[in-house]
Nanobody, 120 residues
Framework: QVHLVESGGGLVQPGGSLRLSCAAS????????MGWYRQAPGKQRVLVAT???????NYADSVKGRFTISRDSAKNTVYLQMNSLKPEDTAVYYC??????????????WGQGTQVTVSS
């Protein structure tokens, strides 16, 4: 059993900043990658940013230059620093984990989601 606990969402004005955190715990042998996805009302869930255990990052074009993903491997935690936020960034943000279990199966897990609202 794996648990992802997200925090850091909230209401912010356009141009403001927020930092999301996601901590993973449970039966994790090793982590392949962690990332953030978001889902706006009436839209599909889409990738925001990912980071592998080796430190390679990938960003959606819409957030490049504004968002930064980072990780603390010792804490199995991933962060998303969001700057210059825009109203179109409003969505529920979900943490995603790709990992190998104790039995060496590759699995994925999702967090419960945290709301980010950008509005004046």
């Amino acid at each position: 059993q794996v648990h992802l606990v997200e925090s850091g969402g909230g209401l912010v004005q356009p141009g403001g900043s927020l930092r999301l955190s996601c901590a993973a715990s449970g039966s994790i042998f090793s982590i392949y990658a962690m990332g953030w996805y978001r889902q706006a009302p009436g839209k599909q869930r889409v990738l925001v940013a990912t980071i592998t255990s080796g430190g390679s990052t990938n960003y959606a074009d819409s957030v490049k230059g504004r968002f930064t993903i980072s990780r603390d491997s010792a804490k199995n935690t991933v962060y998303l620093q969001m700057n210059s936020l825009k109203p179109e960034d409003t969505a529920v943000y979900y943490c995603n984990l790709g990992y190998y279990s104790d039995s060496y199966d590759y699995l994925t897990a999702w967090g419960q989601g945290t709301q980010v609202t950008v509005s004046s």
